[in-house]
């Protein structure tokens, strides 16, 4: 049996590249069955493939003495075989309460942080994990239980990338991924190593034990002795679906425009309905949700319904929204669907009203012959003027004359013709005379101002960012 697991696990290693000669690798052990069958296994993989092997535990400051002496058996073992220890020490219960999260999430993140600062100190670049092929199958079906949809299938996969917020990146492996608890156990007993059993993995406190501990042994039992390997090989061929999936979705992801802020995060973002909405619903999907992950920063709590509702914005009119978790509001803003946070709004309104407008006056033979074609700059026949120009916001009864015949359209009727949002209207500049609009600042010039081949004074006008927020400035030149 014993030459059978190690087999087993060798080949899994070598089939998913998991280790190489060279590698600094830190591995996380509990103490529990699975971490100290995986550190054998390491151990003796290490005999035919040279590379460094650090241990780095975690006492999340639950169980008391009895985790104290899960972390005295831990370091006992590695200062026996010459193996370099970490202790990382925490109050989960407190964490997950200052932070509003249960304790699994609390220490599952303080454990691959932890993992990530000792992988980063000892200069590794892969973080080993105890994952089994039984963690797997509760994985599946817990994400299956709450709605993740076919990404949830994927279950625990082989290796996958860690990023942390310094920009360190890791490579996550599961060595003994291949491996039931059947097959752990018995190679510990050949192998006569002892190992710490957490009293809390017993109890049905958590979703997990419950799997652990109740459905998935009554499906085993009364449904199929083999639904273990089932699920897994259910989450590989979703793993190698989700990968053609994304690679499909990075083909389109420029139909995709984010909104930062003014550090460069990212608030918002729109997604082209012309570029998307005859593309598979599965891809289309897909962009959905990578776009969403980028706004929130995280895609838990996050089910195929709210990806599905978003997709149904593609046949809603504009102005159709919908509330979204993490306070994101999606909503149909023409041929566009945008993905906002509070953020987004104030920045959006930040970005027009944090502009300088700057007016000068010339005479034409001053300019050169090339008008301006930019948006950021216009040029007017200033004696064509009816009045002092002033830069301000929008104001009921506003207007533009549009055309060679100069027909008079509303400022509403022409920020509706052009898709401009409605809760971005109230923010955008005007270069105004009265209730005449000639310039919608970033959008158009109206026509009853052009500079002509009889134009003798010319009115310059200049739109640029400034640090001033809330305010316009009006600078007149000479």
């Known amino acids: 049996m014993r030459l ?24 996380g052990v509990s103490g529990g069955a699975d971490s100290m069958c995986m550190l054998l296994l390491l151990m003796r993989y290490r005999e035919i493939c ?3 092997l650090t241990v780095a535990h975690v006492d999340h400051g639950i169980r008391g ?3 104290k002496a899960d972390a005295g058996f831990v370091r006992d073992f590695c200062a026996k075989h010459g193996i370099g220890f970490e202790l990382g020490e925490a109050d989960i219960p407190r964490i997950a309460k200052d932070t509003g999260t249960t304790c699994e ?7 691959y942080a932890f ?16 994952h089994t092929k039984g963690d797997n199958a509760e994985t599946v079906l817990f994400n299956i239980f709450r709605g993740s949809g076919i990404k949830g299938l994927k279950g625990i996969i082989p290796k996958r990338a860690l990023k942390q917020m310094n920009g360190e990146a890791f490579t996550v492996i599961r060595p003994v991924l291949c491996l039931s608890r059947e097959e752990i156990e018995a190679y510990l007993e050949e192998k006569g190593q002892a190992y710490k059993t957490d009293a809390t993995n017993s109890e049905d406190t958590y979703s997990r034990n419950r799997l652990r501990n109740r459905i998935l042994p009554e499906i085993k039992e009364y449904i199929n002795n083999g639904v273990y390997g089932h699920i897994e090989s259910l989450s590989l061929q979703a ?11 990075d083909v389109y992801m420029d139909a995709c425009e984010y909104m930062r802020d003014a550090s460069g995060h990212i608030t918002g973002c729109r997604i082209d309905c012309k570029m998307t909405g005859g593309l598979h619903p599965v891809i289309r999907k897909s962009i959905i949700r990578r776009a969403f992950e980028q706004v929130a920063g995280r895609l838990k709590d996050v089910e195929e319904v709210h990806i599905s509702d978003i997709d149904g914005l593609y046949g809603k009119q504009s102005g159709r929204k919908l509330s979204m978790p993490y306070g994101i509001t999606a909503v149909k803003e023409y041929d566009t669907i945008c993905l906002k946070t509070k953020e987004t709004v104030q920045d959006q309104k930040a970005d027009d009203i944090s502009r300088t407008v700057n007016i000068s006056i010339h005479d034409r033979a001053e300019l050169g012959q090339d008008i301006p074609k930019g948006k950021d700059e216009k040029w007017f026949d200033y004696e064509k003027m009816q009045g ?4 301000r916001t929008m104001e009921p009864g506003d207007y533009l004359l549009i055309g060679p015949e100069k027909h008079k359209k509303s400022l509403n009727r022409f920020m509706i013709d052009n898709k401009i949002p409605k809760d971005e209207r109230d923010s955008i500049p005007l270069l105004a005379v009265g209730n005449h609009v000639v310039w919608v600042v970033g959008y158009r010039q109206d026509e009853s101002c052009l500079v002509t081949s009889g134009t003798k004074k010319v009115l310059v006008a200049k739109s640029r960012r400034t640090n001033v927020r809330g305010q316009y400035k009006f600078i007149k030149g000479k």
């Open 4 to 27: 059978n697991t190690e087999k087993k696990v060798f080949d899994y290693i070598n089939e998913y590249g998991l280790i190489k000669e060279g590698d600094s690798i830190v591995a």
């Open 388 to 391: 002092t120009p002033t830069v």
């Open 115 to 130: 993992f990530a600062r000792t992988a980063e100190k000892y200069g590794a670049e892969k973080i080993a994990t105890a």
């Open 105 to 111: 999430e609390a220490g599952r993140n303080f454990r």
């Open 239 to 249: 793993a190698e679906t989700m990968d053609y999936i994304e690679q499909q979705t």
């Open 50 to 52: 040279d590379f460094t």
């Open 65 to 67: 003495e009895e985790a």
